[in-house]
C-alpha cells in the first residue's frame, strides 16, 4: 500500500481564487451528521438543460435536483441517453445552463465568468473521462503536473506532487512514460492521478470504467474508494454499470433527463 | 521590386521586419511565463513527422514562392540597370558649360533663342576649384570617390586601313586619371597606360573592332571641332572598365588631345577641357544614389555669384518689370509662380557684398536664385520679356548675366540613365509585382487552410486542456507557440528554397538561350551574357518577415477560433453548437458602413482607387452582412468546424449570396466604368488588377460555397435522373458540404492558382506576341544604314555630321542603354536643305549601286532608302480637324518592294500588304500610316508626350479591311499642302520602328523645306545565309567614300527586346511553380481527410466497399474542387485580362500590346495542374483505402 499525499487536513483547504472566507470556514462535519447548505459541496436545484444543435430541441435535463455532501461518493446511474453526461458536464462548469441553479461548494456557477470559472477548475475541480484523455505529448508525469503548473505552483513542488500522486495510484515507474506507451488500466489511473493532484473539492469521473477490462475497472474503483476513505475525497461518478455503482456511498437513479425519487 | 503600393520595399521590409520581431518578442515573453505551454505547443512537432513535414512543407512554399518572385523581379531590375550603365561605369556626375548666345564657341542658338543648348569648353582651372571644394568639404569626400577632368567629343571615324565608318565618341583624359573610372587592358588582360602613347596614338575599344574591324596600326581619320584629325590605333582595349560599352570609343591623354584642338583659335587656352567626370562612392548603381547629394554640393562651387547679382540687378528694371507683367497671361501656371518667387527675392534689399564673388558659401537667397535660373522655361520667359522692351543691350546683358550665372552645370548622368532603365524595365518589374501580389494571397490562403485544419485536429486535446483549468489565453500561446515554430522552420528552409530556385530558373534560362532550346535561337544570347542572379537583401528579408508575419497572424486568429471551443463538444469531439456571435462581432459589422463610406470618401479626395475601391468593397460586405442579420438575426457564420453541416439559413444563404457576387461583379467591372458612371479618374498601379482578381475569386468562391449544397444536390440529381447512381459522388459531395468553410478555401486557392496561370499566361503571350521577331519588328531587313554626304571625301574637306535621330520620337528602343548621354552634342550647322537632299541623293546612288554590283548582290538581297521629315498633317473628315505633327516618310522603289513591314488595317482592292506598298511607290496620291497614328486610349489620363500629336481617325484597331481616307499634309515653313489618300495601316508591332506617313519621294519633293531637315536611312536585307558582319565589312568598303554607316537591326532586336522576352519565359517558368502551391493545398486536404476519416473509411470497408471505390470517392472531392477552381480561375482570369487590356494599362510602358489569349497552352498547362493535384490526392487516398477496416473502427 502506497502512501497518499500529504495534506494536513483536508477539509480545510486554501481556495486561490480569492473565496477564502469559505474554504477557511473550519472543520467540516463528518459524513453521516445533520445536512446543511454548508456540508453540501454540490447543491443543484431545478437544473435544464436543451439542445439545440439538431433539427429538434432536445431536452436533455429537465429540473434535476442534486446534492452532494462533502468526502461523498456518489454514482449517477441510469439508461444511455437519460441524461448523465448532461448532468456532470453542467454540475463541472464546463457546459451552460437553460434554467435553475448550481452551487458548488457555496459558489453559485452561473455568476462566474469564463476566466473564473476556467481558475476554479484548475484549483477546486478533477475530471476522469471515460476515453481517459490524457494529453498525447507529455509524459505521465507531465499529464499529472499539468493541472498544478496550470494553477501557477511552482515547479519543483509540482513535479514532486505528481510524483506523489503517481505512486498513489500505483504507477511511479511509468512516470515517464507516454501515454500512447501505458495501457488503458494504466492510462485511467494516470487520469486519475491528474484528477486528484491538485487536492479538488471534487472530482468528476464520466463513466471511468468504460473503457476497461472488468479486472482494471475494479482495479480502478478500488483506488477510487481508497483516495475517497483516505483523504475523504469527493467522487461524483457516472456509470451504467452496476457493480461500480454498488461501491459507492449513494447511487442516483435517472431517467429521461430527471432524477428518480 | 522597389514599391508595393506605393510604399518603398525597404520600408516594407523593414516594417515587416520589426513587426515580425515585436510579434516574436512577445512570444519570447509568453513562453518564460508559462513554459508549460510552450512545451505543449512544441512537443507536437515531432509527434507526428509527417504532418509536421507537410506543414512546413505547405508553408515553406508559399514562403519559397515570394520570395523567388521578388528575387527574380531583382534579378531583372538588376539586369537591365548593369545593362544601362555599362557605357558610364563608374560616371555618375559630369559638370559641363554652356557657351554664351553669340559666343565664337559651340552651337548658335536655336530657333527656341535658348543659349544654353549645347556644351562647349571651359578652363581647366575650373576642375582646380571642384577638387579643392571637394577636398575642402569633408561630407562630400565621403559621397565622392574620384574626380577627373576630360574631353569627351562625338565623330564620325573613318578607318584607312579596313575602309570602314562609324560613329565615335573621342575621350581624353589625364594619364594619371582615378583608377575609379577604370583602367584600359588589352584583349590579353594587360595593362594599357595613356602615358605610353605617342603624339598621334590612339587606344580603341572592342566595340570598335566590330563596328570598324579595327586592327592595331590602323589609320584612322575624323574631323574634330572642324579640325581634321588622323590617328594610328596604337591598341584594342577589352571591353572592361574605362573600354566597356558598346559604342565605338578612341581614348588619349588628356594633353595630346588639346593640343590637337588647340591649333584651332576657336578651342581657346589649351588646358580646355569640356567635362569634369565624377565618380561617387558605391558601386556602378548604387553610386547614383549619391547624386543628389552630390549635386547640391558642387553647384555652388560653379555660381558665379557676381553674375547672379547682376541678374539680380537687371530684373529691377522697370521696364523689363513691365515686360514681364505684360506676358505673364501667356505663361504656364508653374512658370508664372516662379517668375513671382524670382522677382519677390529680386525685390530684396541686396545683400552685402563679400569679398570673394564665385565659390565658397553661398548666401540661401543665391542659392534660391541659382536654383530657379537653372529652369528653361523661366530663362526664357525673362529673355522673351527683355526682346519684349526692345533695348538690345538689355537682351545682350542679360543673356551674358545667366549665362555667367548658370552656365555650368552638373548633370546627373548616371541617375537619368537609371531613370530611363527604370521606366523601360517597369514593365516587366510591374508583371513580376503582380506575380508577387498574387503568390503572397495564395500562400495566405495556404497558411490559413493549413491552420485552420491544424486546429480542428487538435480541437479534441484543446477542449481536454480547458475542462482541466487551461485559459483562452494560455491555449492561443500554445497554439500560437506551435504555429510559430513551424513559421520558423519554414522561413529558414523557404527564403533559401526560394533564393536557389530563382537561381536555378535563372541557369535553366540562361542554358536554354545558350543552347538555343525552346525556340530562343540566341535571341537573347546578348542579354544572358550580362544577366547575373542577383536579389536585394530587402527582398529577402521581406519575404521571410512577411511570410512569418502572415503565419503569425493567421495562427493567432485560428488560435482564438480555437480557444473559443466548446468544452463538450471539442473532448467528444462533435460539432459545435450554432451560437450567437456576442461582443464585437454581433455589432460589429455595422461599423463597415461609416469604414467604407470613409473609405470612399478618402479615395475621391486622393484620386486613388485602393480606397475607393476598398470602400465600396466593404460597403458590399457590410450590406451582405446585413441581409443575413435580418434574414435571421443572426450574422452568417458557416460552420467550419469538424462534423456537422450548418443548418441551412436562408439569411446566411443570401447574405452570402448578395456580398460574393456582388463583390465579384464589382470587381469585374471594366476599370473605366466608374468614369463613365460620371465619378473622376482615380489612380492606380497594377497592384490594383492583384486585388481585384483575389477579391473576384474570394466573391466567387464565397457566393458558390454558400449555395454549394444546391449544386451538388442539383449534380447527384441530375446523375440519378440519368439512370447512374453514383455513391462515390454522393459521399464525395457530403463530405464537401459537411466542410463548407474548408472546401471554400481549397477551392478559392486553386481558383487563385489557376487565375494566376491565365493572367500570367495572357500577359506573357501578349508581350512575346508583340515582340514577335526581329523579321517582322524591323519589316524584313536585316542593316539600317546612312551615309554623310561628306564624309568619304576625304578629311581635309570639313566636318562631318554627326547622325541625329530623325524620328522625333524615341525609336521603340525601350530596353536598350541610351546612346552616351553625356557625349556632347556637336551637331555642327550645315546649310540643313542641302546637306538633307545631298544624303538623300547619295543613299539613292548606293541603292543604285548595289543593284549594278554583282559583288554586292551576292550579299543584299534588297536595298532602299527612307527619307523622313517632321510635318503637319490633318484630316478633314475628322470630327474636330486640326493641324498635327507627324512624320512623314518618302519610299523609293527599292524600299516598297523590298520590305516585309505587315499591314494591320488595308484598303479595299488589294490583294496583298505588298499590293499597296507598290502602288504606294508609284502613286503621288497614295498614303500608308503606322499604327500609333490611331488614337489609343490610356489608362489614367495618359499625356501624349510625342510631338507627333497627329492622330488619325475613324480606323480602329482591330479592323483588317478599309476605305480609304484623305489626309492633308503641310508644311508649316511654307510650301504648298498636298493631299494624299491613306490606304494601309503599318502593324503596331512594327509601328515604332516605322513611324510616320508614307508616301511617293515626290510628295515630300512638293512639299519644300522642313523646319528640321530631312533624314534619309538606307536598308538591306541580306541574301539568305549570309554573314551579317561580313556583309556590313563589304558595303562599308564598296561605299567609303560615301561614309556608310550600317548597324544589324537583329543586334539591336536582341538589345531591344531580349530582356524583355527572357523575362517573358521567366514568368512563365514561374507561373509553374506557382502551381505547386495550389497541387500542395490539395495534397494538404487530403491527407487530413485521410485521418480525419479512419474510422468512417473502416466502416465502409467493413460494409464491403472496395480499395478502389475507397480512393475514387476521395478522389473525387479533389475533383470536384479542382474542376470548380479551374472553371472559376480561367473565367476570372480572362475577365481580368480582358479589363486590363481594354484600358490598355501596358501602353505606359509599351504601346501596342494587344491580349493574345494562348488557348492551347493555357488548358495544358491548367490540365497539368489538375493532373498534378489529383496526383497528390491519389497518395493519401490510396493510403487511406489500405486502413484494415477492424484497426480503424478500434482506434476510435
Ligand atoms: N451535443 C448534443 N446535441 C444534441 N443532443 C445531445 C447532445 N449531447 C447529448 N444530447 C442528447 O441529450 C440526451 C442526453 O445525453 P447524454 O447526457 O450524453 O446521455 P448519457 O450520458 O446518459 O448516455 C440524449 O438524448 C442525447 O441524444
Ligand atoms: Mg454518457
Known amino acids: 500500500m502506497t502512501t497518499l499525499p500529504a495534506s494536513p487536513d483536508h477539509t480545510r483547504r486554501v481556495h486561490t481564487d480569492g473565496l477564502g472566507d469559505d474554504g477557511l470556514a473550519g472543520p467540516g462535519p463528518a459524513p453521516g451528521n445533520g445536512q446543511t447548505s454548508r456540508d453540501l459541496i454540490v447543491d443543484a436545484r431545478a437544473v435544464r438543460k436543451v439542445y439545440l444543435g439538431g433539427d429538434v430541441p432536445v431536452d436533455a435535463l429537465r429540473g434535476v435536483d442534486f446534492a452532494v455532501r462533502r468526502g461523498e461518493m456518489v454514482a449517477i446511474m441510469g439508461p444511455s441517453g437519460c441524461g448523465k453526461t448532461t448532468l456532470l458536464n453542467c454540475l463541472s462548469g464546463i457546459d451552460s445552463i437553460d434554467g435553475g441553479e448550481i452551487v458548488i461548494d457555496g459558489r453559485p456557477l452561473q455568476r462566474m465568468s469564463d476566466g473564473a470559472l476556467t481558475r476554479y477548475r484548475a484549483t477546486s475541480m478533477g475530471f476522469v473521462f471515460q476515453s481517459f484523455n490524457l494529453l498525447p505529448v507529455l509524459t505521465a508525469v507531465e499529464n499529472v503536473e499539468y493541472p498544478l503548473l496550470v494553477a501557477n505552483v511552482g515547479p519543483r513542488e509540482a513535479r514532486w506532487r505528481a510524483l506523489a500522486a503517481l505512486a498513489a495510484v500505483g504507477l511511479e515507474d511509468r512516470a515517464g512514460h507516454r501515454p500512447a506507451r501505458l495501457s488503458g488500466g494504466q492510462q485511467q489511473r494516470v487520469a486519475v492521478a491528474r484528477a486528484v493532484v491538485t487536492d479538488p473539492a471534487i472530482v468528476w469521473a464520466d463513466e471511468p470504467t468504460g473503457n476497461l477490462d472488468s479486472a482494471s475497472a475494479a482495479d480502478l474503483m478500488d483506488l477510487l474508494r481508497r483516495l475517497n476513505q483516505a483523504r475523504g475525497q469527493t467522487f461524483v461518478i457516472v456509470t451504467h454499470a452496476r457493480e461500480v455503482g454498488e461501491q459507492t456511498d449513494r447511487i442516483i437513479r435517472m431517467r429521461d433527463g430527471l432524477v428518480e425519487r | ?1196
Open chain 2, 1 to 1196: 521590386m522597389d514599391t508595393f503600393f506605393g510604399i518603398p520595399t525597404g520600408t516594407l521590409a523593414l516594417g515587416a521586419l520589426f513587426a515580425a520581431g515585436a510579434a516574436l518578442g512577445v512570444l519570447a515573453l509568453r513562453a518564460w511565463r508559462w513554459p508549460v505551454f510552450l512545451r505543449l505547443g512544441l512537443r507536437q512537432l515531432p509527434r507526428r513527422p509527417a504532418q509536421t513535414a507537410l506543414i512546413v512543407a505547405g508553408l515553406m512554399l508559399s514562403t519559397a514562392l515570394v520570395t523567388a518572385s521578388l528575387a527574380t523581379g531583382d534579378t531583372i531590375t538588376h539586369a537591365i540597370r548593369a545593362a544601362a550603365v555599362t557605357e558610364l561605369g563608374r560616371l555618375d556626375q559630369v559638370v559641363t558649360y554652356s557657351a554664351p548666345a553669340g559666343s565664337q564657341q559651340g552651337a548658335p542658338p536655336g530657333a527656341g533663342g535658348d543659349p544654353f543648348a549645347s556644351s562647349t569648353f571651359f578652363p581647366g582651372e575650373v576642375f582646380a576649384r571642384v577638387a579643392r571644394g571637394i577636398e575642402a568639404d569633408a561630407a562630400l569626400r565621403l559621397d565622392v570617390e574620384g574626380a577627373t577632368p576630360a574631353i569627351w567629343l562625338g565623330c564620325t571615324v573613318l578607318d584607312l586601313t579596313s575602309r570602314q565608318t562609324a560613329t565615335a565618341s573621342v575621350r581624353g583624359l589625364p594619364p594619371e586619371y582615378p583608377p575609379v573610372f577604370g583602367a584600359l587592358v588589352d584583349l590579353e588582360g594587360r595593362a594599357l597606360s595613356l602615358a605610353a602613347l605617342q603624339p598621334g596614338e590612339v587606344v580603341v575599344n572592342e566595340a570598335a573592332r566590330g563596328a570598324l574591324a579595327v586592327q592595331p596600326g590602323d589609320d584612322l581619320s575624323c574631323t574634330l571641332e572642324g579640325v581634321p584629325v588622323r590617328w594610328r590605333v596604337a591598341a584594342v582595349a577589352a571591353a572592361r572598365g574605362l573600354g566597356a560599352g558598346a559604342g565605338v570609343s578612341l581614348f588619349l591623354p588628356l594633353a595630346q588631345l588639346q593640343r590637337v584642338l588647340s591649333s584651332e583659335p576657336t578651342a581657346g587656352a589649351v588646358d580646355a577641357v569640356n567635362q569634369i567626370w565624377i565618380a561617387n562612392r558605391g558601386d556602378a548603381i548604387s553610386g547614383a544614389a549619391r547624386s543628389e547629394r552630390v549635386v547640391e554640393a558642387i553647384r555652388p562651387l560653379l555660381v558665379d555669384a557676381g553674375a547672379l547679382q547682376d541678374v539680380r540687378q537687371l530684373l529691377t528694371r522697370a521696364d523689363l518689370r513691365a515686360a514681364l507683367a505684360a506676358r505673364r497671361g501667356s505663361l504656364s501656371e508653374r512658370t508664372q509662380g516662379r517668375l513671382a518667387e524670382l522677382l519677390e527675392i529680386a525685390d530684396r534689399p541686396p545683400p552685402p557684398a563679400t569679398g570673394d564673388s564665385r565659390g565658397g558659401a553661398l548666401s540661401r537667397e543665391g542659392r534660391d536664385l541659382d536654383r530657379l535660373l537653372r529652369i528653361q522655361s523661366l530663362r526664357a520667359a525673362l529673355l522673351a520679356g527683355a526682346r519684349d522692351t526692345r533695348d538690345a543691350e538689355l537682351v545682350r546683358t542679360l543673356g551674358t548675366a545667366l549665362q555667367r550665372a548658370t552656365g555650368y552645370q552638373v548633370l546627373a548622368v548616371k541617375r537619368q540613365v537609371l531613370e530611363i532603365a527604370d521606366r523601360a524595365g517597369n514593365v516587366i518589374t510591374t508583371i513580376f509585382l503582380l506575380f508577387s501580389l498574387l503568390s503572397i494571397a495564395a500562400g495566405l490562403l495556404l497558411v490559413f487552410l493549413i491552420f485552420s485544419l491544424l486546429a480542428a485536429a487538435r480541437r479534441s486535446e484543446l477542449g481536454i486542456a480547458r475542462a482541466l483549468g487551461t485559459g483562452r489565453g494560455h491555449l492561443i500561446a500554445m497554439f500560437t507557440f506551435e504555429g510559430v515554430a513551424y513559421a520558423l522552420l519554414a522561413a529558414a528552409v523557404g527564403v533559401p528554397a526560394g533564393l536557389g530556385i530563382s537561381r536555378v530558373l535563372l541557369a535553366l534560362l540562361i542554358w536554354a538561350v545558350e543552347s538555343g532550346a525552346f525556340g530562343f535561337s540566341g535571341v537573347a544570347a546578348r542579354v544572358a551574357d550580362t544577366v547575373t542572379w542577383y536579389a536585394a537583401p530587402r527582398s529577402a528579408a521581406l519575404a521571410a518577415s512577411l511570410g512569418l508575419l502572415l503565419t503569425i497572424v493567421t495562427v493567432t486568429v485560428a488560435a482564438w477560433q480555437v480557444s473559443r471551443v466548446t468544452i463538450v463538444t471539442a473532448i467528444r469531439d462533435l460539432p459545435d453548437p450554432p451560437s450567437r456571435p456576442h461582443g464585437v462581432l454581433a455589432w460589429g459589422w455595422t461599423g463597415l458602413f461609416p469604414g467604407g463610406a470613409t473609405l470612399i470618401a478618402l479615395g475621391l479626395r486622393w484620386g486613388q482607387t485602393f480606397p475607393f475601391a476598398a470602400g465600396v468593397s466593404l460597403l458590399l460586405l457590410g450590406c451582405g452582412v446585413a441581409v443575413s442579420v435580418v434574414g435571421d438575426r443572426l450574422p452568417a457564420r458557416g460552420d467550419w468546424r469538424k462534423g456537422g453541416a450548418p443548418r441551412p439559413r436562408w439569411g446566411a444563404r443570401a447574405g452570402a449570396t448578395l456580398a460574393g457576387m456582388a463583390l465579384a461583379a464589382y470587381w469585374a467591372l471594366p476599370f473605366d466604368a466608374q468614369e463613365r458612371l460620371g465619378l473622376p479618374r482615380l489612380a492606380s498601379g497594377i497592384e490594383i488588377f492583384g486585388l481585384a482578381g483575389v477579391l473576384m475569386v474570394v466573391g466567387t468562391t464565397w457566393a458558390l460555397s454558400a449555395n454549394g449544397d444546391l449544386a451538388l444536390r442539383l449534380a447527384s440529381w441530375s446523375l440519378t435522373a440519368a439512370g447512374r447512381p453514383a455513391p462515390a459522388l454522393r459521399l464525395a459531395a457530403a463530405h464537401l458540404l459537411r466542410q463548407p468553410f474548408r472546401t471554400g478555401v481549397t477551392t478559392t486557392m486553386f481558383a487563385l492558382v489557376v487565375f494566376m496561370l491565365t493572367v500570367m499566361q495572357v500577359i506573357t503571350a501578349a508581350a512575346v506576341h508583340f515582340q514577335a521577331d526581329a523579321v517582322i519588328k524591323y519589316g524584313g531587313w536585316d542593316l539600317r544604314g546612312h551615309v554623310t554626304a561628306t564624309a568619304g571625301q576625304g578629311p581635309e574637306t570639313g566636318p562631318p555630321e554627326r547622325p541625329v535621330p530623325v524620328d522625333g520620337a524615341p525609336e521603340g528602343a525601350p530596353l536598350a542603354a541610351p546612346e552616351s548621354p553625356a557625349a556632347p552634342a556637336t551637331a555642327q550647322a550645315q546649310p540643313p536643305a542641302t546637306q538633307a537632299a545631298a544624303d538623300q541623293h547619295l543613299a539613292e546612288t548606293v541603292v543604285a549601286a548595289i543593284a549594278d554590283s554583282a559583288d554586292l548582290q551576292r550579299y543584299v538581297a534588297a536595298a532602299g532608302v527612307r527619307t523622313a521629315a517632321f510635318f503637319a498633317v490633318t484630316q478633314l473628315s475628322a470630327p474636330a480637324p486640326t493641324w498635327g505633327g507627324y512624320v512623314v516618310a518618302a519610299i523609293d522603289e527599292g524600299f516598297a518592294r523590298g520590305n516585309l513591314i505587315p499591314l494591320q488595317t488595308r484598303a479595299r482592292g488589294y490583294a496583298t500588304d505588298q499590293a499597296v506598298w507598290e502602288a504606294l511607290a508609284a502613286d503621288p496620291s497614295l498614303a500608308v500610316i503606322d499604327a500609333n497614328a490611331l488614337p489609343s486610349p490610356q489608362l489614367r489620363g495618359g499625356i501624349n508626350l510625342s510631338t507627333l500629336s497627329f492622330t488619325l481617325q475613324g480606323i480602329d484597331d482591330r479592323q483588317t479591311a478599309m476605305e480609304p481616307v484623305p489626309v492633308w499634309i503641310g508644311n508649316s515653313n511654307g510650301g504648298a499642302a498636298r493631299k494624299v489618300s491613306i490606304v494601309g495601316v503599318i502593324d503596331r508591332r512594327v509601328a515604332t520602328a516605322f513611324r510616320g506617313v508614307y508616301v511617293a519621294p515626290e510628295v515630300l519633293r512638293g512639299l519644300g523645306t522642313p523646319l528640321r531637315p530631312a533624314t534619309s536611312r538606307l536598308f538591306f536585307r541580306l541574301q539568305p545565309g549570309a554573314d551579317v558582319n561580313e556583309a556590313r565589312a563589304a558595303l562599308g568598303a564598296a561605299f567609303f567614300a560615301q561614309g556608310l554607316q550600317t548597324e544589324s537591326l537583329m543586334e539591336r532586336f536582341q538589345n531591344e527586346s531580349g530582356p524583355l522576352i527572357l523575362a517573358s519565359r521567366m514568368l512563365q517558368l514561374f507561373v509553374g511553380l506557382g502551381l505547386f502551391v495550389g497541387v500542395a493545398a490539395l495534397g494538404v486536404i487530403s491527407t487530413r481527410a485521410a485521418v480525419e476519416r479512419r474510422q468512417e473509411i473502416g466502416i465502409l470497408r467493413a460494409i464491403g466497399l472496395s480499395r478502389r471505390r475507397v480512393t475514387v470517392s476521395l478522389l473525387l472531392e479533389s475533383a470536384l474542387v479542382v474542376v470548380l477552381g479551374s472553371v472559376i480561375g480561367i473565367t476570372l482570369g480572362l475577365v481580368l485580362c480582358r479589363n486590363v487590356f481594354a484600358v490598355q494599362f501596358f501602353d505606359r510602358f509599351q504601346q501596342g500590346l494587344k491580349m493574345v489569349v494562348p488557348w492551347q497552352e493555357l488548358l495544358l498547362t491548367v490540365l497539368l495542374t489538375c493532373a498534378a493535384a489529383l496526383v497528390a490526392t491519389w497518395l493519401p487516398a490510396r493510403q487511406a483505402s489500405r486502413i484494415p477496416p477492424i484497426a480503424a473502427i478500434r482506434e476510435a
